[in-house]
């Protein structure tokens, strides 16, 4: 489902970046104060501009949510919380897994904490220099953090709970979202290009 609405998006915003591509030429031709992209200048921006127009930090941390959540969902971490929390139906959780989650409430808080520590204590490591936490290096890099936790504590479950039984299975388990979700990237690829092409034309919006 997620991948039929991902190439819808796609489809659309392919036609709308030629759509845009063909204004440029006719509207600049009439006389109106937009650059051409397909003129020699615009060409050599394409060219010059083709990797830093999407290498940016939305990229990163798309790619970090499908490793994260590929390893959450493979884990079979996703389930457990359902059951657990909103006691959705199935087999009673084995010894393995009870295990599992008692790792997994452990490594949060201990998440929780070291974050805490870093931050409210005095002179905090994370907060900015003049002790504030919006923006400090906290707030910057708290999401990859994020990311990064779920992705260990998901393992942990996997490899105690044995639904991750092998190195191989734990390592397929990370790249498994970015695969799964992959047009999700094609479609911030395409996005970023566009948007990228759409500053370009109309320098004054």
Known sequence: MMNKVANIILLIEM?????LVISSLFFSSAGYPINNI???EGLRWSFLNAVSNVLREPLVYLIGFFFSWGVFRRSGLD???LRLFL????APFSFRQRRALWFVLLLFLLFVVMLLVLVLLPHGILVSVTGNVFPSPFSTGLIPTCMLALVLIS??????GNTLRTFHEVVQSVYSGLGEYAGWILVYL???QFYACLMYIFPNL
Do not use: D, Q, R
């Not at 036609?15 to 759509?19: F, K, R, S, V």
């Not at 393992?155 to 105690?160: A, D, E, K, P």
């Open 15 to 19: 036609l709308l970046h030629i759509l």
């Open 38 to 40: 397909l003129s020699p």
């Open 79 to 81: 389930k457990a919380l």
């Open 87 to 90: 006691g959705m139906k199935g």
């Open 155 to 160: 393992i942990t479950y996997g490899v105690i």
């Open 190 to 192: 395409v996005g970023a």
